[in-house]
């Protein structure tokens, strides 16, 4: 009968797999921390975790360590730095003999593709080879830190850890048109190498804390990296059980993304119950769900240049003011500049030589048969059950002196109208499909007027006012979002139109969309101005007022035109901004899309019994960790609190120094990528059933010497490749598991750096930095949302081919099966450390691919035009791919082979043999 303890043990181990541990990143050899039993009174909180577990060594303050005296050692003399002295102390501990220092090429080779995921010029190796001093090595790091490939490498390691891709995801995986700017936040970031508390605030709350600079909104991509489930989130009703059940598990993909990234501590396993291992109530979990109970993953508006950003928020922060203004906000526009800004456009106003006139129709009807009835403002109100489609016609027979120029249309709200109109719909939308103005001349005839212009103050995203002029029956002018206020349109004629007692003028409005996108309310004005582009319409109160004698104008008068006229200078200024673009994070601020709209204010967070919906308890407030000494986990935060408040908060609680998980997190992930195994093994749990750190002093000298660089990402990744540990010789066994640090361990280079090495050594790689992202598929229309792709019948000749893979578009549901079948990860997991096989699909992927093959050939057709014999080809292509002169057996046999199956199949068995496969 196995022991109690052995007992306990197995159901540890069993329950691992529902307690959100991550399997693939645990070490089956890890020691196990069981926690004391406790005992439960009646009444008490259930499961929370016993105090001992406090004790456990990641939730522990920084030490501060006193380095390794290792005088009377063999490596007195040995070190590089200070990494060397902890690494070095453990091999005495163990008795542990390290490689010697690795060969200059193989360590230029493994520093390239360690910095920049690119590989090294054969000129560059032979430099090194020739002077390997340290001094000549640290100004070839220095130079890898500056290149702008450095982010690109950066970016993909963190872009696998936080699972970002550019599709939903789910059964409904549609694509996100505008995901991509996160990860250039990213290769930016890591570029301008930004301290790395401003880069976990940029990734929570960048959007609250730093408004102004574009990439900071950028960030909290992060917080939309995830899938996201359209089906339940905006296809089902906003009131249903299901869609409260998406609310909270979309917050817990947010959750667990952020925790496992920037803490490494697996919260998530708290959903449901207290968490089995580590001091997480379900309370707490709950309390992290409310931080971002206020943001959704969708588009918000964005601007890309920080110029831009900066002038639309100070005219936006104008605008809102002059919309609602105090007396004294009123007052401040009637002095100096502001008030004789607003005489001298008076002045100019009244002293053009026509303004608008109003039009009186003779007729007025549809084709609907709904009546048009005048108002007493000159306007027409729509009346009586509405089309589907409809066409209004208006005709005059009013005479003007002057030939007319362009008519004006105005679309007015109304109480009577849906949402106040002024369109017609339930949304209070319209869609105008053709604008069409004629003449009927003494012979009865009518002949069309050509309109070579139209402007309006306001169009709909994709339903622009050129759409009314384009003959399009299909394309419209729509007003959608801003409905309930008034708009306006002016069309402008090619040739002046002129209008005596013997001719008629038509203007028909032709609404074809259906659905009722009619207006509801609108009025007609003609112009007789030489330039009608630049004349705007004026409300009748307005413009009343603007008649008057400035003498005459009350002190509210003033206010009120000083108000209108500042307020439409404004919004003229935003308009003339470039049209913003957009990018998808996590935000409070989105256009909504059916029944998907903004939360408004932080939803409500309850406590869930056993995670589920259908067993809410109370409402948990905002609040975050409370388990780690010397640091509270109290937000001073209430239930109402704003998402400005949850959000911003939380980041400076995250980035607190004495946040010792936050800090031992990241130096730990930093060192696990150039040894392939972290100082802690589970880079992405420091919890209990996690590894223990190998050095522990190692780690907290390393987080503790990060903040006093004030988190400068590059000087750790310069303090580790500089030491001499990284230098050393691979080990000639598998040393994937070595947490000695005794060898350098040979890997597999990743899928992106064999591709992109590929590029590279065949002069094929476009330097073309950021933007969308490249398709390397064929899309076509799929049985609901998700597309079909194609990835074999996409054409290597496309340019989409030729970028870094860093800049591939990621699908979640159809991934590409080239990068898949080198361990590429599914982007629908958090990936802490990549997989790596070795298996024949590999070697058929990477010997028989398409783009393998083209660019094999275009390397081929490179190198003959350089050289002209067959064996100085053969020379060259050694060079460029080993990184060396072949032997003259080699050459030998390589010629032989060259001429049976082309230097291009030579090319392909180079890229293929394990010399150039792995980096040593």
């Not at 970002?164 to 995901?179: K, L």
């Not at 906000?329 to 456009?345: I, K």
């Not at 007319?404 to 009577?416: G, I, K, Y």
């Not at 212009?453 to 759409?467: L, N, R, V, Y």
């Amino acid at each position: 009968m196995p022991s109690k303890r052995l007992n306990l043990i197995l159901w540890t181990l069993l329950v691992m797999n529902f307690a959100g541990a991550d399997a693939s990143d645990r070490n089956s050899n890890a020691a196990l921390e069981l926690p004391k039993k406790t005992s439960k009174k009646k009444g008490a909180e259930p499961n929370f975790p016993d105090p001992s577990w406090l004790e456990h060594w990641a939730y522990q303050p920084l030490k501060k360590v006193t380095l390794p005296e290792l005088t009377n050692s063999p490596y007195h003399d040995y070190s590089q730095n200070p990494i060397d002295l902890f690494i070095a102390k453990g091999w005495l501990k163990r008795g542990v003999q390290p490689q010697e220092s690795a060969s200059p090429k193989a360590l230029i080779r493994r520093l390239f593709y360690d910095m920049i995921g690119l590989p090294p010029e054969y000129e560059e190796v032979e430099s090194f080879r020739l002077d390997p001093t340290q001094l000549n090595y640290e100004q070839l790091v220095d130079r890898l830190l500056t290149s702008p490939h450095f982010g690109e490498r950066q970016a993909r390691h963190w872009m696998d850890l936080v699972h970002f891709a550019e599709t939903h995801g789910h059964d409904q995986d549609r694509i996100r048109e505008n995901a991509w700017p996160y990860r250039d936040y990213l290769i930016r970031a890591f570029n301008e190498d930004r301290p790395y508390s401003r880069f976990i605030e940029d990734q929570i709350a960048g959007d609250l804390l730093y408004p102004d600079d574009p990439w900071s909104i950028a960030a909290t991509g992060m917080l939309a990296a995830g899938p996201w489930d359209e089906s339940s989130l905006r296809d089902i009703r906003p009131d249903s059980i299901d869609r409260l059940k998406g609310h909270y598990l979309d917050r817990d993909d947010i959750v667990t993304n952020v925790f496992s990234t920037f803490m490494s501590t697996t919260v998530h396993c708290a959903r449901c119950h207290d968490h089995k291992f580590d001091p997480v109530s379900q309370r707490e979990y709950y309390g992290l769900q409310a931080i971002f109970s206020g943001v959704d993953k969708a588009n918000r508006k964005w601007d890309s240049d920080p110029g831009v950003t900066r002038r639309r928020h100070e005219l936006q922060a104008k605008f809102d003011q002059l919309k609602k203004p105090t007396a004294e906000v009123g007052a401040r526009y009637l002095e100096g500049d502001a008030w004789n800004a607003f005489l001298n456009w008076r002045r100019a106003y009244l002293e053009r030589e026509n303004r608008w006139i109003q039009l009186k129709a003779k007729e007025a009807r549809s084709t609907s048969g709904s009546p048009l009835v005048l108002q007493s403002d000159g306007s027409y109100l729509a009346q009586g059950k509405a089309a589907d489609k409809d066409t209004y016609i208006f005709q005059f027979d009013q005479q003007q002196a002057e030939p007319l120029t362009a008519v004006l249309l105005e679309v007015l709200p109304d109480s009577r109208l849906p949402q106040k109109g002024p369109g017609r719909q339930d949304n209070g939308n319209l869609h105008l499909s053709t604008f069409k103005v004629r003449t009927q001349t003494e012979n009865k005839n009518w002949n069309d007027v050509e309109i070579v212009h139209a402007f309006s103050d306001f169009d709909q995203e994709g339903w622009t006012i050129q759409h009314a002029i384009d003959t399009n029956p299909a394309s419209a002018w729509g007003i959608y979002p801003q409905v309930g206020k008034a708009h306006w349109a002016v069309f402008v004629f090619k040739n002046p139109v002129e209008l005596n007692s013997n001719s008629k003028l038509e203007v028909q409005l032709h609404q074809l969309h259906g659905g009722r996108h009619l207006i509801g309310k609108l009025r007609l004005a003609v112009t007789t101005m030489s330039q009608p582009r630049f004349l705007e319409p004026t409300p009748q109160a307005i413009d009343q007022l603007i008649t008057k004698k400035v003498e005459s104008l009350t002190q509210d008068e003033r206010i009120q035109l000083a108000l209108w006229w500042n307020l439409k200078q404004t919004e003229k200024l935003i308009q003339s901004l470039p049209k913003p673009q957009a990018v998808y994070s996590g935000t409070p601020e989105f256009q909504a899309d059916g029944t998907f709209t903004p939360a408004g204010k932080p939803r409500t967070v309850k406590f869930l019994d056993r995670g589920e919906v259908e067993r809410a308890k109370e409402e948990i407030g905002p609040h975050t960790l409370s388990f780690l000494k010397g640091l509270s986990g109290d937000l001073k935060l209430n239930k109402a609190a704003t998402d400005r408040d949850r959000r911003t908060q939380f980041a400076r609680w995250l980035t607190q120094t004495e946040n010792a998980l936050v800090y031992r997190s990241i130096v730990n992930r930093i060192w696990q990528q150039y040894f392939g195994r972290g100082l802690v093994h589970t880079a992405s749990d420091f919890g209990l059933m996690g590894g223990r750190p190998s050095h522990p002093e190692l780690l907290d000298w390393l987080a503790l010497y990060f903040i006093e660089q004030r988190g400068s990402l590059k000087q750790l990744h310069r303090l580790i490749v500089t030491s001499r540990v990284y230098q050393l010789a691979r080990s000639q066994v598998s040393s994937t598991k070595d947490d000695c640090f005794s060898a350098y361990p040979a890997r597999r280079m990743s899928a992106e750096s064999f591709r992109d090495s590929l590029l590279v050594l065949s002069r094929e790689l476009l330097p073309i930095m950021g933007g969308p992202s490249d398709r390397q598929f064929n899309a076509s229309p799929g049985v609901h949302v998700t597309p079909n792709l194609d990835y074999q019948g996409f054409s290597v000749k496309s340019k989409a081919n030729f970028r870094r893979s860093v800049y591939r578009f990621i699908f979640r549901t159809v991934p590409d099966p080239f990068m898949s079948s080198l361990d590429c990860p599914d982007a629908s997991q958090l990936t802490p450390k990549r997989e790596e096989s070795i298996s024949a699909l590999q070697a058929l992927a990477t010997l028989n691919d398409k783009l393998v093959i083209e660019l094999c050939q275009r390397l081929a057709a490179n190198v003959q035009k350089s050289e002209v014999q067959l064996d100085r080809q053969i020379v060259t292509l050694y060079k460029r791919i080993l990184l060396r002169e072949p032997t003259s057996k080699e050459v030998e046999l390589t010629t032989a082979y060259a001429k049976k199956y082309g230097l291009n199949n030579l090319s392909r068995f180079l890229f293929n043999t394990n010399e150039f496969m792995f980096i040593e």
